[in-house]
């Protein structure tokens, strides 16, 4: 009985924090596609976490889903975690979170091997995470116990907000010349190598200091 209380808490715990580490890896993704920096976040940073709290929610998830089928309350089974609207328990709901989690699961071994397939085919399959992200919020609110708790609402409220924000602003702000960064260097450093030489050029002798 006791097993069942802790199985039936872990399942609905690892499935909010999945939901928080899922939206912070939207959010970052964003941030990292608009190139955000500043001298106090560098980049690297925002590159860093989006992939390390990707794999962190991937290891949620795996507890959510595994405590869930495990649970003898919901009688779930393996087939239901992977077949989605296979499930007698919450049908819908259910094959809902198991959708938005094959998408994850696409897109985060395509990251993986992203070397060997090619950024475009991986940009496309990124581009699944617009769906993935809005599918396991609706996957939460259809199946949890907790939907309705003030606790859990805040966390959703944050998460949404936080979600739609970026992706409002990415939608907003113009794309960024992905190159500016290393054209300005690459002019800087001709810039640097040219301006000796310009007396040479011009017949003129060069000043010795
Ligand atoms: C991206 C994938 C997923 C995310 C982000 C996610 C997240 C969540 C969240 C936030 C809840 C609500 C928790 C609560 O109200 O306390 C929940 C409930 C639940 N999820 Fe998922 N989930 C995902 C995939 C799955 C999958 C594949 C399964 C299949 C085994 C599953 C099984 C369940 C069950 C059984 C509940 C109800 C728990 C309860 O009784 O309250 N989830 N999930």
């Not at 949404?160 to 800087?188: K, N, Q, W």
């Not at 810039?191 to 003129?204: D, E, N, Q, Y």
Request: aromatic share 10%; charged share 10%; net charge positive.
């Amino acid at each position: 009985m006791l097993n069942d209380t802790v199985l039936w808490y872990t399942t609905r715990g690892a499935g909010a924090v999945s939901l928080v580490l899922l939206s912070a890896v939207v959010v970052l993704g964003v941030l990292s596609s608009l190139r955000f920096e500043l001298s106090s976040w560098p980049r690297f940073l925002t590159t860093g976490l989006h992939r390390n709290i990707a794999l962190t929610a991937i290891v949620f998830l795996a507890l959510h889903i595994v405590t869930a089928v495990v649970d003898p309350f919901t009688h779930l089974g393996w087939l239901a975690a992977v077949v989605p609207f296979s499930s007698t328990y919450r049908t819908f709901w259910l094959g809902l979170g198991v959708i938005a989690f094959e998408l994850l699961i696409a897109i985060t071994v395509t990251s993986l091997v992203r070397g060997m397939i090619g950024h475009s085919t991986w940009r496309a399959i990124h581009w699944l995470s617009y769906g993935s992200w809005p599918i396991a919020v609706l996957h939460g609110f259809g199946t949890g116990t907790d939907t309705w708790s003030a606790w859990m609402l805040v966390i959703d409220v944050i998460c949404i907000v936080a979600v739609v924000g970026a992706v409002g602003a990415r939608l907003m702000l113009r794309s960024p010349d992905a190159l500016a960064a290393d054209r300005a260097r690459f002019r800087e450093r001709v810039s640097r190598i040219v301006k000796p030489l310009r007396p040479i050029a011009t017949g003129m002798r060069p000043s010795s200091n």
